[in-house]
């Protein structure tokens, strides 16, 4: 039962190494620069998060963001918004994603919100600062983006994430240039994932 209007600082809750099960739950959070929710061991469950300068938040290792509302994201000029953007990097690995919805249509696009909103994509799955592994994507509605979903090998010498699976999930149309972005050797499995 919470309301966290960050008054444009750079998160709205920012869970440090050390910390450990952090749960947020029924609530909204808005008007952050970088992300709502970012950092470690953390659960957001039922969520409204909107609003914010860039990103809806950023899962950097033991997160669940479970049956949260995230959308209206990249006000700020030259953002290139993800509901979720994991990086990789100490860790980064136990990641579930599930029954959400990301509600992201680009902002030009017959359905879009137009400015100052931009999405870049729902999810980005990434090896840019190091590791990523043991991602689960279920059950989620996943709208919008340049590609919906992204599950990429930086080329930074981290390899792609690895035990990544993506099922059942539901797909709008209101993205710029496809649903998913998936790495050669990923060797994800994806399945049961419909329009």
């Given amino acids: 039962n919470l309301r966290l209007d960050g008054g444009g600082a750079t998160f709205g809750i920012y869970s440090r190494e050390g910390g450990v099960n952090l749960l947020i739950e029924d609530g909204e959070i808005v008007n952050c620069s970088a992300a709502g929710i970012a950092g470690r061991h953390w659960t957001a469950r039922r969520l409204n998060i909107h609003e914010m300068g860039s990103d809806g938040v950023k899962c950097d290792g033991t997160n669940i963001v479970e049956n949260c509302w995230i959308h209206h994201l990249g006000r700020d000029p030259g953002?290139?918004?993800?509901?979720?953007?994991?990086?990789?990097?100490?860790?980064?690995?136990?990641?579930?994603?599930?029954?959400?919805?990301?509600?992201?249509?680009?902002?030009?696009?017959?359905?879009?919100?137009?400015?100052?909103?931009?999405s870049n994509?729902?999810?980005?799955?990434?090896?840019?600062?190091?590791?990523?592994?043991?991602v689960l994507i279920a059950c989620n509605w996943m709208n919008g983006g340049n590609f919906t979903v992204y599950l990429r090998d930086k080329q930074r010498g981290y390899g792609p994430p690895s035990n990544v699976t993506m099922i059942n999930n539901r797909f709008g149309r209101d993205y710029r240039h496809g649903v998913l972005v998936n790495d050669p050797g990923l060797g994800a499995i994806i399945s049961g994932n419909v329009w």
């Fill in 121 to 134: 994509a729902t999810l980005f799955i990434s090896t840019a600062v190091g590791t990523t592994d043991n």
């Fill in 79 to 118: 953002a290139r918004a993800d509901g979720n953007q994991t990086r990789g990097g100490g860790g980064c690995h136990n990641i579930v994603i599930r029954g959400n919805n990301f509600d992201m249509p680009i902002p030009d696009g017959p359905n879009g919100p137009g400015p100052p909103y931009a």
